[in-house]
């Protein structure tokens, strides 16, 4: 309970909390007044005493109190302070008959007063004298941990508390603790088992019996996962779809045994034959773990005879059978017509008293064989009699036909830790016991069973299944029945509604969904009665087939009857207390008190069904009788009503009736006393007034033991005369023989302001559900209604009644939260209504717009007749409920009235909040809040009555419109906003007989044209959608027409108004109506006080979808995204009929910037999809291009066409032909240079292409070595060329055909013999020839050097090639060809590339490291200098160049990028051709040449190749990667393409360029490492020895591991290691100068070791250090010496050749020539 806030008042304790008692109610009963210095927040009445909570926490007692030892007497006038507690803040009491008990601010429970039957939870004592704490605590948690408790209440001899897990605890004594025990008292608190999973509510205790509220559990959304055995861990069912059938198979067994619920060792299945002896429950040892459950089913006696049945006790007729489980015999009915025979064995047997469900086509499927019944009519007639025998009986109280599908509640618990149950909540007190059915027994129902369940209603069925408890529950259950055969409105009453609430609630998981009908399998032990039906089927099948037809039934949809009450609770309103309540009772039942319809009583929790789905919020118990309050403020009681407690004169009072109240009484509070009940309601007037059923209590002195028993009661419930003179009461409460009433002053109207909004609210929720249950379930049962209304309005209709049900389900939540907040806290800012004002104006919101939708389309002119079929002509009912002032409206008129009235409601929210406002400070922050929500309301209201007016002004527009474009035009949604028939807008340039009509809809403009003479009939119209409709005024300056211009994405027109005023009008309307189109709210608006303030001009710039109509390109095309003025402009997709696809950006209508288009190939049953960049509505720029034929296109585009650089891949690895093509395109063909491989003929071809076809020169390599270079014609060999093969034969001369030699030339040989003449015929098969043979003598040198062939001539110039990638680049530095541009312009192109690059990235920004945006943000400054270049400025220019070549993002990356990647394609694979390698080092060549001249463009004061940089450093110095000095013959330093650009270029083009040398210096490599590898055998001292290092040089010592050791004779790779360390890094090295470098650290490492030894300085000569270095190029054993060599000889800087760099390489690669003679030497 809250602290009690004084709610802007003074403290006014005399005015609050005020405490009433009273006895009885005559006239002269007046209460007494319980003085306390303190308000009393909370009251509890036992049989004579009373226990009260007061603010602060403290408790008094009163009454008589004997187990007080100290009071010198027991009944105490004045209350006394129980201070004990003092120390404890107390948040709730309870009294009971003799003793009390309370719960602590910390959950802990105290209890005190008689404790015989352990009812205070304390062993030993019988009295306990002062509140003493009772631990409860959870065993099972491990450790065991203490249960916070919320609330208790006490009975006789017993206690319930609630949990803060909203789980029940009992102690005590009897079998009103619900708790599996026969052993009483029991004095440790224990949790009630049976309700284990549910969310209790609320708890109470009458003298023997309990009661408690229960949250229904909400629908299971989401499929179970596991529908396992719990033990273990196999599927229970499997579901096998055959095509007509599905099989569903329970073979699993359990190895384990039964589950058993969780740490219960009782598993025994009740009822098995040998126990059922065991006394009249039926209960097994609880030490005896039963076997598989079907293992003991099938233990059961079949024959239809057992012995059993003798024994069944002589106050139940013999057609009964005991519920334990033997088999059932079929028992005889004694009015049916036709004899039955009894039950065969394995026979389940089915019937039903609830007779109204049977749909007719199961009576046929079940008829043949099984039924006794020839046709339908018998069955009718039979069914007919079996509900009038079951009526006779009713009235003559005898038990009616046998229900003994019954499951012991031990029975279930075996199954409850089984997880996939979430079912059947209102049936049985566990969710499993519905499922295990079906799981596990369903293998013994035939399919015609199935089809007869299939004519069950869900209800129904489970009707007829109760949890048993052995014999005793089948007299209950007959009870229970009788009386709801006479009820019409329980169990005959209109089953769709029962169906749609069990709908809700209902679900079988896994197997079905949520549908109308479930279906039930069940095993021969467990019967179902449906209509006397005798069902065969064997009971060994261990299958069950399903019919798909029903499992198709199951799932269908429902058409008609929605629901009202939608199942789950939404997030938004969790914290209102729920609707979806079930009550559940237990206990001794002798007076009916437990309302199952019996004098049972019940060991375990069972739910009272009568009162599902009749949203009980709150229960009371009395000594023997029990009341349930439900939201619509109505009681229901049942139980002893010999003094009139009940309220009502109903029979029986076994089952829950309302209590009589007149029309307008709505109750919100209730208290039970041993023979009365006081109910709190709401009268005509603010103040609440009280109402007293039960027995007249004399004054004590008259009272004797005769008058008590025949003393006078009320018949039903009187007002209490007094009630008015008490102020306002908050709540009540009973107990005894006395009656309690806390009640409120009104201070400052706060008070009454409260009561006020409750019974407001209380009131309004009445007035729903009555529209609900009195006009819209009636309306419902209507079978032609659907039929009546027609698809738009019945689907309108459907959801109209969702969103009332749903304002409905709020309405109701709040006020049953208001209710509470009356009878607890005082606080207003605890308002639902407050705190959550966006969920009541949502809902008001839909469902406003919901009643528009519906009016709109004329839907309450088609519910007139529907309402008369129902309701009779004058359709009272309507009238009564509409609240309509006027007389004489239409029936229709009344309807719309009818449900827009909840708009009313909302007034009435601003009103009572802003009295309330009135009772604070204005400065106070609760004023504030409460005037907000105030003016919140009101705005709504006013917006919600203008959107109603809006819907009538459409439908009067609708009603009066020409023609037949009405049903094209008229949509739900759709409303009128202005037209113009009063010829105020006409359209310009209109032809002289046409006449235009303009009609402006929230959501379109409509332009409608016609002709003079036929004004009604508009031949055409045209719908503009206003999301694109762009409107301005056009100035009248000039023209002095009113003019507005009109653009819509197709078209525009101008619109000439007739007056300046309804111009203006116009534009504002249209804007408006964009406005709102835009932001989306359609005919909702915007309500004035949510602060968006409406722009006078909608935006041009906006987001919205077009389908294009007449555009040729676009036409029927689909565009959503950013629009300009009319035009597509930003990011959008479009969308054509025949699938193609485009996304991207647009600008002014067409495609241009990045985007991806996607083209369906219906032959291929594939895509084209392209992704690139646009331009104009045309490919154009960079883009790949995926063929729906597999073949793959990377590179530029120009007008949809490839044109530029571009690379093909065709087919994958394995398919027809794969090939790589990469190089120029012009207009989609293969243009200029490019490299062909063609991956299954293993060639590849280097040259020129034209139209696709090898053109002009070339170069042919294939994988057997094969090498042709010549000239191309056709795409054949044709004319002069030159072919090797791999073993050096060469030809030279002319070709016809590939590799087709014909015509003059010479055929050289590897010897160098060579033949002269004319050729044909095709290489590597035989070639006719006519010519000299020539065998060159060894000292004819001259004729050898004339044949020595030089290759390269007739391929492809190395400048020639790529020049459509270095294009590109100049083309993106904004140059049309190599060097004509301006240096400005392009730095501020690549600032733009970066930029937009950037920004793409920033969209994904996965695509990029980190270092890569460090490397782009570094890149954004560029290197600025004026004058000429000096060193520094030098470095800075090449450190720009690193980066920007390290980005694609960067034209120059992207440049080099595409260089490694076209030259890789060359000379990787079959490219690898040693032949091959001269053209290699020229292209890399001819790349630095022209990529310097890019760098020179863009840096114009760089100097030219081989220039000086400006003022020469101290030093002489080149320059290198490094930037370390470096030795050169000129003063200052050089400008080189290759020190600038090299480092950049070469790491990347590396591998095959090495491949390459390797290849072509392999034979002298070989013969080189041979070598190597032989001299390297010999030890330090021999091998220095053998190569003629002069002894001064050779080391003494070495440092081997930081040792000093002496070189012996034996030491090995000891000497110089440092020096061959250094010199072994030349293969980690790319670039030239890099190796170089190397070199020269080589050098200096030998120096230094020599230096050491000789101990003074000395100068080489050439003749000294050649020795030494060979004996380190030895020890280095560096594998490929020779392509290391030549790598450095091609591409070194030419102005290091002469320099120290010059001299040592030469020195290296002496010594490389050296050891490959070594040999010879």
Not at 775 to 789: E, I
Not at 1278 to 1306: H, I, P, Y
Not at 1480 to 1488: F, G, M, P, R, W
């Amino acid at each position: 309970m809250e602290k009690q806030i004084s709610c802007g008042e003074e403290d006014g304790s005399g005015e609050r909390g005020l405490l009433h008692t009273w006895r009885g109610y005559s006239y002269s009963t007046t209460p007494e007044r319980v003085l306390l210095p303190r308000p009393v927040l909370q009251a509890a009445l036992g049989a004579r005493h009373g226990v009260l909570l007061v603010e602060g926490g403290q408790v008094y007692s009163f009454g008589e109190l004997p187990w007080k030892q100290n009071q010198t007497s027991s009944v105490v006038t004045e209350p006394i302070l129980e201070a004990v507690l003092n120390e404890q803040r107390v948040v709730f009491v309870a009294a009971g008959s003799a003793h009390s008990g309370v719960v602590t601010e910390d959950g802990g429970v105290h209890m005190w007063g008689e404790n015989a039957h352990g009812q205070c939870g304390l062993s030993g004592l019988s009295v306990i004298p002062n509140p003493t704490p009772v631990c409860v605590l959870d065993s099972e948690a491990t450790p065991p941990q203490a249960v916070k408790i919320l609330e208790v209440a006490c009975g006789d001899q017993h206690t319930l508390a609630l949990s803060a897990e909203y789980e029940v605890w009992a102690w005590g004594s009897g079998c009103q603790l619900g708790l599996n025990t026969s052993t009483f008292p029991v004095w440790k608190p224990q949790k009630v088992k049976h309700l284990a999973g549910r969310h209790v509510l609320q708890v109470a205790c009458g003298a023997a019996h309990s009661l408690v509220l229960v949250r229904c559990l909400p629908p299971p959304q989401e499929p179970r996962k596991q529908d396992k055995c719990g033990q273990c861990n196999q599927l229970l069912y499997t579901m096998t779809d055959k095509e007509d059938h599905v099989i569903i198979s329970d073979g699993h067994h359990c190895p384990l045994g039964v589950e058993l619920d969780s740490g219960e060792a009782k598993s025994a299945l009740e009822g098995s034959p040998d126990q059922s002896s065991k006394g009249k429950q039926g209960k097994s040892s609880p030490t005896e773990p039963g076997p598989s459950m079907l293992a003991q089913i099938s233990k059961l006696p079949t024959s239809s005879t057992s012995p059993e049945i003798e024994r069944t006790p002589a106050s139940e007729p013999q057609n009964q059978v005991p519920a334990s489980g033997q088999e059932p015999v079929e028992p005889a009915v004694e009015n049916s017509a036709e004899p039955e025979a009894p039950a065969a064995n394995g026979e389940v047997c089915v019937e039903a008293s609830e007779t109204s469900t049977l749909e007719l086509d199961s009576c046929r499927a079940i008829g043949g064989k099984s039924s006794p019944y020839p046709d339908e009519q018998a069955v009718k007639a039979y069914l007919k009699r079996l509900s009038d025998h079951a009526l006779a009986e009713h009235t003559t109280k005898t038990p009616s036909t046998l229900h003994s599908a019954q499951l012991s509640s031990d029975h279930a618990d075996c199954f409850t830790s089984d997880p996939l149950i979430p079912v059947a909540q209102s049936v049985t007190p566990m969710g499993s016991a519905l499922n295990n059915l079906v799981v596990s027994c369903a293998s013994a129902v035939g399919e015609r069973v199935v089809s007869t369940y299939e004519a069950l209603s869900l209800r129904k069925v489970i009707g007829y299944w109760v949890p048993g408890e052995g014999r005793e529950r089948v007299e209950e259950r007959l009870r229970q029945e009788e009386p709801m055969q006479g009820k019409k409105s329980s169990s005959l009453g209109d089953i769709r509604e029962e169906e749609a609430e069990l709908c809700r609630r209902l679900s079988l998981p896994g197997l079905l969904s949520q549908g109308t009908h479930a279906l039930l399998l069940l095993h021969p032990v467990y019967r179902l009665h449906i209509a006397e039906f005798e069902v065969k089927e064997s009971a060994s099948s261990a299958t069950t087939e399903v019919s798909p037809r029903l499992l198709r039934r199951t799932s269908r949809p429902r058409a008609r009857a929605v629901p009202l009450a939608p199942g789950g609770i939404p997030e938004a309103d969790a914290h209102l207390p729920s609707l979806q309540t079930e009550v559940w009772s237990w206990g001794r039942g002798p007076e009916g008190q437990l309302g199952h319809g019996d004098l049972l009583s019940r060991p375990q929790p069972a739910c009272v069904k009568s009162l599902n789905g009749k949203e009980v919020l709150r229960v009371a118990a009395g000594a023997h009788h029990s009341l349930a309050l439900t939201a619509q403020s109505q009681v229901f009681s049942w139980g002893c009503n010999t003094s009139g407690q009940l309220g009502h004169m109903e029979s029986p009072t076994t089952l829950p009736h309302l209590t009589k109240l007149s029309d307008g009484i709505r109750v919100w509070d209730i208290g039970a006393g041993q023979q009365h009940t006081l109910l709190l309601a709401d009268g005509d007037c603010i103040q609440p007034i009280l109402y007293y059923s039960g027995q007249q209590v004399k004054g004590v002195m008259e009272k004797t033991e005769e008058e008590e028993q025949t003393g006078e009661y009320t018949q039903q419930p009187v007002l209490l005369p007094f009630c008015m003179n008490l102020g306002y009461v908050s709540s009540v409460c009973a107990g005894g023989q006395t009656c309690a009433a806390l009640t409120d002053r009104n201070v400052m109207g706060f008070i009454a302001s409260l009561h006020e909004l409750a019974a407001a609210e209380r009131k309004y929720y009445c007035k729903l559900s009555n529209i609900n249950s009195l006009l819209l379930q009636p309306l419902l049962k209507l079978d032609s209604l659907s039929a009546g209304l027609g698809q738009s309005s019945a689907g309108l209709l459907q959801n109209l009644i969702g969103r009332l049900g749903r304002l409905s389900q709020l309405t109701g939540q709040n006020s049953a939260s208001l209710t509470s907040f009356l009878r607890r806290s005082r606080d207003v800012r605890g308002l639902v209504i407050l705190d959550d004002a966006h969920l009541f104006l949502d809902t008001y919101s839909e469902y406003c717009s919901a009643v528009g939708d519906l009016l709109v389309m004329g839907g309450f002119q088609v519910l007139v007749k529907p309402c008369h079929d129902v309701f009779g002509k004058g359709a009272e009912v309507v009238q009564k409920l509409s609240e309509c002032p006027e007389e004489g409206l239409p029936l229709a008129d009344v309807l719309a009235h009818l449900f827009y009235l909840p708009i009313k409601h909302l007034h009435e929210y601003a009103r009572l909040l802003l009295k309330l406002a009135t009772c604070y400070e204005v400065s106070s922050v609760d004023y504030q809040k409460l005037q907000d929500a105030c003016s919140k309301y009101e705005s709504m209201a006013l917006h919600l009555k203008r959107r109603r007016k809006e819907a009538e002004y459409t439908l009067h527009f609708w009603k009066s419109f020409p023609g037949k474009m009405t049903d094209s035009l008229r949509k739900p949604s759709r409303r009128l906003i202005c037209e113009s028939s009063n010829k105020a807008l006409t359209l310009q340039n209109a032809g002289r007989f046409s006449v235009n009509w303009f009609i402006l809809f929230n959501d379109a403009l409509v332009h409608a044209q016609g002709m003079v003479p036929y004004k009604s009939l508009f031949s055409t119209h045209h719908v503009f959608p206003l999301a694109t409709l762009w409107v301005e005024p056009i100035s009248e300056e000039n023209t002095g027409l009113y003019g507005l211009k009109v653009t819509s994405p197709e078209e525009s027109f101008t619109l000439l108004a007739s007056s300046p005023a309804e111009k203006a009008k116009w534009l504002r309307s249209i804007n408006q109506a964009v406005e709102q189109a835009l932001s989306g709210l359609g005919h909702d608006g915007i309500p004035p006080s949510t602060g968006v303030t409406q722009r006078a001009d909608p935006p041009i710039s906006r987001t919205a979808s077009y389908t294009f109509y007449k555009d040729s390109r676009l036409k029927e095309a689909t565009y959503e995204g950013r629009w300009v003025s009319g035009k597509p402009h930003g990011r959008g997709v479009v969308k054509w009929p025949d699938g193609r696809m485009y996304t991207g950006t647009f600008k002014n209508g067409l495609e241009d910037g990045f985007g991806d288009y996607v083209v369906p190939n219906k032959n291929l049953n594939s895509c084209d999809h392209y992704q690139g960049q646009w331009k104009d509505g045309k490919m154009h720029g960079f883009g790949t291009f995926r063929y729906a034929s597999g073949e793959i296109y990377e590179g530029s585009f120009q007008d949809n066409m490839r044109h530029g650089h571009g690379m093909l891949r065709s087919g994958k690895l394995n398919s027809t032909s794969p090939s790589v093509f990469i190089g120029q395109w012009q207009y989609d063909k293969k243009s200029g240079y490019g490299v062909f491989d063609d991956i299954t003929r293993g060639e590849k071809y280097m040259g020129m292409w034209l139209d696709d076809q090898r053109q002009g020169n070339g170069v042919v390599v294939t994988q057997f070595g094969l090498y042709y270079e010549g000239a191309f014609n056709n795409n054949k060999m044709m004319g002069m060329g030159v072919l090797l093969s791999e073993d050096d034969t060469t030809f030279e001369g002319e070709f016809s055909e590939d590799w087709t030699l014909n015509g003059k030339g010479v055929l050289t040989m590897p010897n160098g013999d060579y033949i002269e003449g004319s050729f044909s015929g095709i290489w590597g098969t035989g070639l006719k020839m006519s010519g000299s043979y020539y065998k060159p003598s060894l000292y004819d040198s001259d004729k050898e050097k004339a044949h020595a062939l030089k290759l390269g001539r007739l391929a492809v110039h190395s400048e020639e090639k790529w020049k459509a990638v270095f294009l590109e680049c100049w083309n993106r530095l904004g140059c049309d060809s190599p060097g004509q541009g301006q240096t400005t312009a392009a730095w501020d192109n690549i600032a733009i590339a970066l930029t937009a690059n950037r920004r793409q990235q920033r969209d994904s920004p996965e695509l990029l490291s980190r270092s890569h945006h460090k490397t782009l943000e570094s890149l954004e400054f560029i290197p600025q200098h004026v004058g000429p270049v000096t060193l520094e400025v030098y470095h800075t220019i090449r450190r720009y160049l690193v980066k920007a070549c390290d980005t694609p993002l960067h034209p120059l990356g992207r440049l080099v990028e595409t260089l490694v990647s076209v030259y890789r394609m060359t000379f990787v694979g079959v490219g690898a051709n040693r032949r091959l390698l001269p053209q290699a080092v020229n292209e890399i060549k001819s790349y630095l040449s022209r990529i310097f001249q890019l760098v020179r463009f863009l840096f114009p004061d760089l100097p030219e190749e081989g220039g000086s940089l400006a003022d020469p450093p101290k030093e002489k110095s080149g320059s290198d990667t490094a930037g370390k000095p470096l030795e050169s013959p000129k003063p200052g330093c050089v400008v080189s393409s290759s020190a600038l650009l090299l480092p950049v270029l070469l790491p990347r083009l590396y591998p095959p360029l090495f491949t390459l040398y390797a290849l072509e210096k392999e034979k002298e490599d070989d013969v080189y490492w041979e070598c190597v590898l032989r001299l390297n055998k010999q030890p330090d001292l021999a091998l220095l020895a053998f190569l003629g290092v002069q002894q001064k040089f050779w080391p003494v010592t070495v440092t081997v591991h930081g040792e000093k050791q002496q070189v012996l004779s034996s030491t090995k790779d000891a000497c110089f290691a440092s020096a061959v360390e250094t010199l072994q890094q030349i293969s980690t090295t790319f670039t030239p100068s890099d190796k170089l470098q190397v070199i020269q650290l080589t050098f200096e490492e030998i120096t230094q070791e020599v230096l050491a030894l000789l101990k003074q300085d000395f100068l080489w000569s050439m003749d000294d250090l050649f020795p030494v270095f060979l004996f380190v190029v030895l020890r280095a054993r560096i594998r490929n010496l020779g392509s290391e060599v030549s790598l450095i000889e091609d591409l070194m800087d030419p102005c290091v050749q002469h320099g120290e760099h010059g001299i040592m390489f030469t020195t290296l690669k002496a010594c490389y020539y050296q050891i490959q003679h070594e040999k010879i030497t």
